[in-house]
């Protein structure tokens, strides 16, 4: 006979709850993300204090609220993530935006509304980010903010790069 042990794992980043932001999961998204705007030619990201603290609000909404949806009338660039019954790490909402890629056209180079997440996070103009995070039963939200924001019609040719080989 056969004895499997199960392994409780708790959901959530890192498997902690933040009404603060978890440093090692804030650090996984920054580093994805900046691995991920490299592989375009695009510079690194910095983390910006105020942009991490209305990120961290935003996530704390739509946690209280128990919803998914954009900020109205966003004053930056804003991704957000929302994920239930299993654990996240920071690499995995900035992966899931990055899989738009498949759905963005380099060479008509204009919004779409399936690549926005991609678009934003690749945006070669953006220089800072914030991230939030905030978890509630088996649900994860993650929000990124983005200075300057990206999405800028007429400008996509310049700052959504093709992937360097």
Avoid at 24 to 50: Q, S, W
Avoid at 114 to 128: D, N, V, Y
Wanted: with cysteine.
């Amino acid at each position: 006979m056969y004895h499997v042990k199960v392994i409780e794992q708790a959901a959530g980043p890192r498997g902690a709850d933040t009404n603060a932001n978890n440093e090692v999961f804030l650090k996984d998204v920054l580093n994805t993300t900046n691995k991920l705007r490299a592989m375009h030619g695009c510079p690194a990201l910095t983390v910006n204090a105020e942009l991490n603290k209305l990120a961290q609000e935003w996530a704390n909404h739509l946690r209280d609220k128990n919803i998914m949806q954009h900020r109205p009338n966003p004053k930056y660039g804003e991704n957000i993530f929302l994920s239930g019954g299993m654990d996240v790490e920071g690499e995995l909402p900035v992966n899931m935006w990055y899989r738009e890629i498949n759905s963005y056209n380099f060479d008509k180079a204009e919004f779409v509304p399936t690549a926005g997440h991609f678009t934003q996070l690749i945006w070669k103009a953006s220089k800072e980010v914030g991230t939030g995070v905030a978890r509630r039963d088996d649900r994860t939200w993650v929000v990124c903010n983005y200075n300057p924001p990206g999405n800028v019609g007429g400008l996509f040719k310049d700052n959504v790069p093709q992937k360097k080989l």
